[in-house]
């Protein structure tokens, strides 16, 4: 069975402070900062140059806004977070992506362990067709992390509530998770992905299928899950990258122009694309 | 970068509030130009209509203020365009101020009369009153063709006014000594003085919040900072 905690299946590697496997010469004090270290990141999609030698650093524990036009790469940079590319045959990734200093795209990598510590949130909300109860079980269940049904259920109701929604399903677990709102189809695909503990998550647009009592339940959501996890969201919505942000990375035609705090790139970005992207200037 | 936004009704708007800020600068210059002239001319006239006319600035605070706030919840502004939104509230409010000071002024002409004290200061009263009445129309100049530099000029302009205003006070005092029956409208003479130096601080205010409107950073952090 596949070891859980390291991304490689056979050869076991030394765990650092994050139980994640620690590459040999990779430092510590980085992996306690930087969780995602990309470096030179270019991605292609046949003769299509999606991603340009992208360098980009996700820190820890705070929210990463990943924003620019359609079309920018954005979207790609996230997919090559997690090897979601590498379902695209002609997609090609160059460069190093490093997750708690371990190269992801190294050969030995298991793509499935580094999805159970890198998981993902889509556009639209994705329930599986199964129970609440299931939905959230499923990831616990193939990568064994309950022993018993008392850990399962308690894994279930402790993920359900950091995603803010066991108050409103715990009477009708046993109903299908395609029976709920939009907003809490959502927050239980949030609740499906921190059930098996990533250490990052990802987000392609999370909120723009939800209306703004919804988004605004997820924008809080997200504030409180960062304790606990990286986050990187993609957002076409400049007032959702400032409100949930800490730190904002502006793409332009698959390069990455700006990156800095997102307090500094709403008020004084330094590049006068950023600018003209931010303050609507161009489409 | 293209000047202009995808949506042109927010460029609408804030021309609008450039034209605002302009018209109330131009306004407060010329209050301050009238009080000084009332004053030195004990015109208990004039200075009766700059005193109604500063109900003229208030109202123009208030229309900047609100049309602000409707561009911040219609528009939610960034960069430079919020940095311009947020300095034009301080901005009405400082042009304000300067009005204040322009109709306290005015209200001083009734008890200065025509005293050799006042006759003897008025060249330098005069001088120091037009470096402030430059330093308004510099500043709203810098403000409305967003002029890093001509703000950061305005800020070096108050360093003389601030000169003039010590050499003034001080020749007021010798004054005032020397001969203890002009001290009644001496005081109010160092009042007007103050109330002029008041003014130029005001500007200077003014054209701190314009090189930030264009620069991103405050004035006094230098070229380098972020």
Do not use: W
């Amino acid at each position: 069975m596949v070891n859980p905690m390291n991304l490689q299946s056979h050869s076991p590697m030394p765990t650092g402070i994050t139980g994640f496997p620690i590459a040999a010469g990779a430092s510590t004090e980085v992996a306690q900062n930087i969780r995602i270290t990309a470096k030179d990141v270019s991605v292609s999609y046949g003769d299509l140059r999606a991603l340009k030698s992208i360098d980009l650093d996700i820190a820890e524990n705070r929210v990463t806004a990943l924003i620019g036009p359609s079309g920018c790469g954005k979207s790609t940079f996230l997919r090559c977070i997690n090897r979601m590319n590498d379902l695209i045959p002609s997609c090609q990734v160059s460069g190093e992506i490093k997750l708690s200093g371990h190269d992801i795209y190294g050969p030995e990598v298991d793509v499935e362990v580094l999805r159970r510590h890198v998981g993902m949130v889509f556009q639209k909300p994705n329930p599986f067709p199964k129970t609440i109860y299931d939905n959230v079980a499923y990831g616990p269940r193939i990568h064994g992390l309950a022993g018993s049904k008392g850990e399962l259920d308690a894994i279930v109701e402790k993920s359900l509530k950091r995603a803010g929604l066991f108050d409103e399903v715990k009477d009708r677990l046993d109903r299908l998770g395609t029976s709920l709102s939009g907003g809490q189809q959502q927050r239980l695909c949030i609740a499906r992905a921190i059930a098996i503990e990533p250490e990052v998550i990802l987000m392609d647009e999370p909120c723009s299928a939800l209306d703004p009592i919804a988004t605004a339940k997820i924008e809080e959501l997200i504030d409180e899950l960062k304790q606990r996890y990286t986050i990187v969201i993609v957002t076409h919505s400049m007032q959702q990258a400032a409100r949930v942000s800490d730190y904002t990375a502006y793409f332009h035609l698959g390069e990455l122009v700006e990156r800095g705090d997102t307090n500094r790139i709403f008020t004084s970005p330094q590049h006068a694309k950023t600018e003209a992207y931010i303050s609507g200037r161009i489409g | 970068m293209p000047n202009h936004h995808i949506v042109q009704a927010f460029d609408a708007e804030l021309e609008t509030l450039d034209a605002l800020i302009a018209q109330m600068g131009f306004m407060a210059q010329k209050q301050q130009e009238k009080a000084l002239n009332c004053f030195l001319a004990h015109d208990k006239e004039a200075a009766k209509k700059v005193r109604d006319d500063d109900e003229k600035l208030d109202a123009c605070e208030r229309h900047i203020n609100a049309h602000a706030t409707q561009i911040f919840a219609r528009r939610q502004p960034v960069a430079a365009d919020l940095r311009t939104v947020v300095a034009s509230f301080k901005i009405a409010g400082d042009l304000e101020r300067i009005g204040d000071h322009a109709k306290n002024m005015a209200k001083r002409t009734k008890r200065v009369g025509d005293i050799p004290i006042l006759a003897e200061v008025s060249g330098s009263l005069r001088k120091i009153s037009r470096l402030v009445e430059t330093m308004i129309s510099d500043v709203i100049k810098a403000f409305t063709s967003r002029d890093a530099g001509l703000a950061l000029a305005v800020l070096d302009q108050d360093e003389a006014v601030d000169l003039l205003h010590k050499c003034l006070i001080s020749d007021l005092l010798s004054h005032m000594k020397t001969d203890t029956a002009s001290i009644a409208a001496g005081t109010e003479i160092l009042f007007a003085v103050k109330n002029i130096e008041r003014i130029g601080d005001h500007a200077t205010n003014i054209a701190e919040q314009v090189y930030y409107i264009v620069t991103g950073r405050q004035a006094d952090e230098g070229d380098g900072a972020a």
